[in-house]
Structures are given as structure tokens and as C-alpha cells.
């Protein structure tokens, strides 16, 4: 160690035990805690087995601990360019609604009804991918006759 100089808080120093470099944390009690640049696990020596860093090393250090700067900008960034978006606590119900006199939608609504509740399935179970084939349905068949992926008879309510 250099007589001019000591390891303080917050300067770089090297571990001349193995060559490490780190950032001096806290000194307590005879005894320097490092954290090599950019973080990691903290480790301990003698303060008499640091030494000054070189230039070198204290530049390699800061381009391991600081981020890289753009310089794509011509003016230095003050925060976010535009507003956060807010997005509403619940969205609004997509939820497609069977069109009147239609049986196909009345159909596939009450099936839809009884794979949500369980209500209605053979063994009373819930299947929200089957009520959402439901939902697929009803906004998207053409309202004519045409062949679905739905039982044909309709749900059995269970009490």
C-alpha cells in the first residue's frame, strides 16, 4: 500500500491478493468491504492489501458500473418522451350478445351460460375455453344454417 494513500468509502481500490477490483463500501473495524463494479457479492480484506487502483483499472471499473449514454440524442432525456398510458381497473365487456331471434346465438349463449356455471355440463364442471368457443361463435357465424362445434341439444340446467 502506498503511504499516500488509504482506501476511503466509495473510491475504488484493488485487492492485491488476487487483483480484484471493487468499490469500498464500508471500512469497520480494520477491515475494508469491496463489491466489484456493477455489483455482485461483497467481499472483505485487510485495508494494507489494497492498493490504489490504475488508470486503467478505474476505467475499466466505471464502464462495468455506469450505463452506456446514447449519443443519438442531441438533447439529454428529461423522462418519459410521451404519458403513461392508464389502462381502466376493468375493461369493458367484449363479451359478443346473441342476436335476437337468431337460434344458433341462443344456443350457443345458453351453452355458453352453462360451461361458465358448470350449470348444465355433464359433470357439472366449469370449461371457460369451451364458453369461449361459445363467445366465437355467436359473433362470428353468419346467421345461416351451418353446421357448429356445439352439442345439439340443449343444456340440462342443474339446480
Known amino acids: 500500500m502506498a503511504h499516500d494513500w488509504a482506501p476511503?468509502?466509495?473510491?475504488?481500490?484493488v485487492d492485491a491478493t488476487n487483483?480484484?477490483?471493487?468499490?469500498?463500501?464500508?471500512?469497520?473495524?480494520g477491515t475494508a468491504y469491496l463489491v466489484p463494479p456493477g455489483g455482485g457479492r461483497e467481499w472483505a480484506a485487510r485495508p494494507d492489501q489494497l492498493r490504489k487502483p490504475t488508470g486503467e483499472e478505474r476505467a475499466r471499473a466505471l464502464t462495468w458500473s455506469r450505463p452506456v449514454v446514447s449519443r443519438a440524442r442531441s438533447t439529454r432525456?428529461?423522462?418519459?418522451?410521451?404519458?403513461?398510458?392508464?389502462?381502466?381497473?376493468?375493461?369493458?365487456?367484449l363479451e359478443p350478445v346473441p342476436v335476437q331471434d337468431c337460434k344458433v346465438c341462443a344456443h350457443a349463449a345458453a351453452w355458453r351460460r352453462a360451461y361458465r356455471t358448470g350449470k348444465g355440463t355433464a359433470d357439472g364442471h366449469t370449461d371457460h375455453s369451451a364458453a369461449l368457443d361459445c363467445s366465437l361463435e355467436i359473433r362470428n357465424h353468419p346467421h345461416e344454417p351451418r353446421v357448429t362445434g356445439l352439442p345439439t341439444a340443449a343444456p340440462a340446467l342443474r339446480p
Open 19 to 29: 487483483d480484484r477490483i471493487g468499490e469500498v463500501r464500508r471500512l469497520l473495524e
Open 77 to 93: 432525456h428529461r423522462g418519459y418522451p410521451e404519458p403513461p398510458v392508464v389502462l381502466p381497473v376493468r375493461a369493458p365487456s
Open 8 to 13: 476511503t468509502t466509495g473510491k475504488y481500490a
